[in-house]
């Protein structure tokens, strides 16, 4: 995996997934492909510290998908967002009046709090 220390001079061997038929036989980001802004795009990398390796456009090649790309570290993408906890997400407040008659339609419970013995 790309390490933000790395210098564009590293050798990468990149690594792909076993051949699939659902994978495209090639995709390159159309981002990849702007040319006219690609130096502007290059420097905006270089100063967010986000991994670019200049000659490793095709995410699928193939029909294999690259396994490690130009990612980010998982730590640092984690601090980006912030998940509801977990009795939140399966007992939704209900806003509407009408949603009381499309709760039947879902099944939610916590069964950390419904098992308990009381």
Known sequence: MAKLTDSPFNIRVTQYSAPHSVIPPRY????????????????????????HYEHDDALYFNKREQMYYNVEPRE?????YTLPSRSDQLQ???HE???RHRSS??????????????
């Open 76 to 80: 640092r993408v984690d601090k980006k």
């Open 28 to 51: 390159i980001e159309p981002w990849r492909r702007d040319i006219v802004n690609r130096e502007l795009i290059i420097n905006n990398a270089h100063q967010g510290n986000i991994p």
């Open 97 to 99: 009046i009408y949603d």
């Open 92 to 94: 939704p407040r209900f």
């Open 105 to 118: 339609l879902l099944s939610r419970y916590d069964p950390q709090n419904n098992f308990k013995k009381k």
